[in-house]
C-alpha cells in the first residue's frame, strides 16, 4: 500500500525560500515518475510540476518555473520541491503523487505553506 508523507512547510516571507520532502513508500519508487501538487484555499488542486523516474528530466507550470525545483534521491526513496523567490499566491497545502492520480486516488496530508509578512 502506497503512503506518501510531505514535510517541510511552513510560514515563510515573501522572497524566502522553503524545501519540501515528499517520502515515499510501499511502491517501486524508483520506477514511478512523481509529481508536486498543491491546493490553495478555496480552490481546486493543482499541478505543480513533475520529475520523470531517473530524474533526469523535470518540467513545472508557468507560474513556478525559475523558482522551483524538483529533484529525488531514489535511494531514500524520497522526492524534493526547493521553492526560492516565494510570493503569497504560493500559499496552499503541498502535496506529492503519481503524475496519474486524481481526485478519487489515496493523498498523503500535505504540507502547508504559508508566505506573508
Known amino acids: 500500500q502506497v503512503q506518501l508523507v510531505e514535510s517541510g512547510g511552513g510560514l515563510v516571507q515573501p522572497g524566502g525560500s522553503l524545501r519540501l520532502s515528499c517520502a515515499v513508500s510501499?511502491?517501486?519508487?524508483?520506477?514511478?515518475?512523481m509529481s508536486w501538487y498543491r491546493q490553495a484555499p478555496g480552490k481546486q488542486r493543482e499541478l505543480v510540476g513533475g520529475?520523470?523516474?531517473?530524474?533526469?528530466?523535470?518540467d513545472y507550470v508557468d507560474s513556478v518555473k525559475g523558482r522551483f525545483t524538483i529533484s529525488r534521491d531514489n535511494t531514500k526513496n524520497t522526492v524534493y520541491l526547493r521553492m526560492r523567490s516565494l510570493k503569497p499566491e504560493d500559499t496552499a497545502v503541498y502535496y506529492c503523487?503519481?503524475?496519474?492520480?486524481?481526485?478519487?486516488?489515496?493523498w498523503g496530508q500535505g504540507t502547508q505553506v504559508t508566505v506573508s509578512s
Open positions: 520529475i520523470t523516474k531517473s530524474g533526469g528530466s523535470t
Open positions: 510501499g511502491t517501486l519508487f524508483s520506477e514511478s515518475a
Open positions: 503523487n503519481s503524475p496519474r492520480a486524481g481526485p478519487t486516488d489515496y
